[in-house]
């Protein structure tokens, strides 16, 4: 039989520290009650004789078992763990992108309603530069199947009346088109 004054449990540094942990639970469960040779939550203790305390022993003597061994099985607390891991980085990364897609597709449908009001500016720009009735009618024709397009683009509801005002706007400038040029200075 051998007597020592204390005794201390020992593992290496790289046992996982769930292991280390269950080590802990075991020898609280085993020798914290009284003995001849000790008084109750005697050993094991949070006191440093030869080696250093290790990080994880630290913590368990701080607060016991980790969160979710208090209130699962061992193999469900690891799995747990091990997700919530793998899962917290892909979540936050995850959020954001679900928060941009809706006004990433709203862009995208604008996007295509304003590529037609470039061309109506386009053809505007023309306007100001007929000189024939020939150069009228090719911005007609211009104004024609510009409407066409319009009138074949789809787009979800809530972006309907982006098209409704497209096509208001292109017939104001039909209107102006069709209407007799002015001199100038009257």
């Known amino acids: ?27 609280f469960r085993v020798h914290s009650t009284p003995g ?27 607060t016991g078992p980790p969160f979710l061994q208090r ?14 891991v793998v899962l917290i980085p892909v979540i936050a990364v995850i959020f954001p992108l679900v928060r941009l897609l809706p006004a990433a597709y709203g862009w995208a449908v604008r996007r295509r ?14 306007m100001a530069l007929r000189t024939s009735a020939a150069d009228v009618k090719d911005l007609l024709d211009q104004l024609e199947r510009l409407e066409d ?11 309907t009346h982006f098209l409704y005002t497209l096509r208001v706007h292109i017939n104001l400038v039909r209107s102006r088109l069709l209407q007799p ?3 100038a200075g009257t």
Do not use: C
Request: hydrophobic share 50%; no cysteine; net charge positive.
């Open 181 to 183: 040029k002015r001199p």
């Open 113 to 126: 309603v304003f590529t037609l009001y470039g061309e109506l500016k386009f053809i505007e720009a023309e």
């Open 36 to 62: 001849v040779f000790q008084k109750a939550g005697q050993f094991p203790a949070a006191e440093p004789i030869d080696l250093p305390l290790g990080d994880d022993a630290r913590q368990y003597y701080l």
């Open 71 to 84: 209130y699962l099985p061992f193999w469900l607390a690891v799995l747990v763990g091990r997700l919530l």
């Open 149 to 159: 397009r319009a009138n074949h683009l789809r787009v979800p509801t809530a972006f």
């Open 1 to 27: 039989m051998l007597v020592a004054p204390k005794t201390s449990l020992v593992v290496r540094k790289d046992l996982h520290p769930a292991l280390q942990y269950l080590l802990l639970d075991a020898a």
